[in-house]
């Protein structure tokens, strides 16, 4: 477990880590990456490679998905089908990436990404699921969640934004709400994209020195520096609560962004029925970066 913010300096938000039985020091703030997250940051959480899939083979690998992509929008227009898939994962996870590259050749006025704010005071008053409920999508749409319901599953208990009455309510009630959604005959995808925490720290301070990423870093992410383990806890309760046949978990290993892109993408498109589907270019989902349910990450 972390200790609490280093006492040092009042205006210093360097953090003591307990990580793998040492005690390391982050600070955010130094421009310098410390040498023990640079090196270790790729390998964390047991990846699979030792390097990024190549630039080159990611590019084109990714454009003929792409290119199924659009296929499906055709298919979807055609025959009034709906689609829906939720992007789940810790802060820094690749979440908004993994949207980005689906939706970038897709027509804008058929595929829309989500992303709510806190609810208002009127939407804290209302059923819990109402206000995605009136995001949905229509007959031909295709839907993308940056984050979603499951807010009430990992950010909200661990920060303390609901109450535990409301948390063990939601465990209950989200897989009666997604058997709804599927008997509606809306394809419902729901991806847990999981990253090492060294990697997590790198893109932390990686959005704290770029200037174009900067935006992206929150005051919710300092917050949650030293509740690595209680996110875990909640992590692995929401998957075995919530992964059911009608509305499985689909695990990601995120710790390499292109492979992390890639398989979303060939997943959603091998379990999705669309005219002038082509197999061979759709390729086979890497079974060392993909899983299913919470077995994925034991």
């Not at 200790?3 to 005690?23: C, M, Q, Y």
């Not at 990714?62 to 199924?68: F, R, S």
């Not at 990601?252 to 997943?267: M, P, T």
Request: hydrophobic residues 35%.
């Amino acid at each position: 477990m972390a200790s609490e913010v280093l006492a040092a300096k009042p205006e210093s938000r360097a953090v003591e880590l307990e990580i793998g039985g040492s005690s390391r020091v982050f600070d955010i703030d130094n421009p310098e990456l410390p040498k023990w997250i640079d090196d270790e940051a790729f390998s964390s959480d047991d990846y699979p490679y030792k390097r990024k899939l190549d630039e080159e083979e990611y590019e084109e690998t990714l454009t003929k998905l792409q290119i199924e992509l659009v296929k499906v929008q055709f298919w979807m227009q055609a025959t009034g089908k709906r689609v829906m898939a939720v992007f789940e994962g810790r802060d820094a996870a690749g979440k908004g990436g993994a949207i980005h590259a689906t939706m970038a050749y897709m027509n804008p006025r058929s595929a829309r990404i989500v992303a709510l704010t806190k609810p208002t005071e009127t939407e804290r008053g209302q059923w819990y699921f109402q206000r995605y409920v009136a995001t949905f999508p229509t007959a031909g749409e295709f839907v993308l969640f940056d984050r979603s319901w499951y807010n009430r599953a990992g950010v909200e208990p661990v920060m303390g934004f609901c109450t535990p009455e409301q948390y063990e309510h939601f465990l209950e009630e989200a897989p009666r709400f997604e058997k709804m959604i599927v008997h509606e005959g809306i394809h419902l995808f729901k991806f847990w994209l999981n990253i090492g925490r060294e990697m997590q720290l790198k893109r932390f301070h990686d959005r704290r020195h770029d200037p174009l990423k900067i935006w992206k870093l929150s005051p919710m992410d300092i917050a949650a520096l030293n509740k690595w383990d209680d996110y875990t806890d909640k992590r692995d309760r929401m998957l075995k609560e919530t992964h059911t046949d009608h509305a499985p978990w689909t695990v990601i290993r995120g710790n390499d962004k292109r492979r992390a892109r890639i398989n979303v993408i060939r997943h959603m498109l091998k379990n999705l029925d669309y005219e002038g589907k082509d197999k061979a270019v759709i390729g086979e989902v890497d079974d060392k970066v993909i899983g299913s349910g919470p077995g994925f990450l034991k």
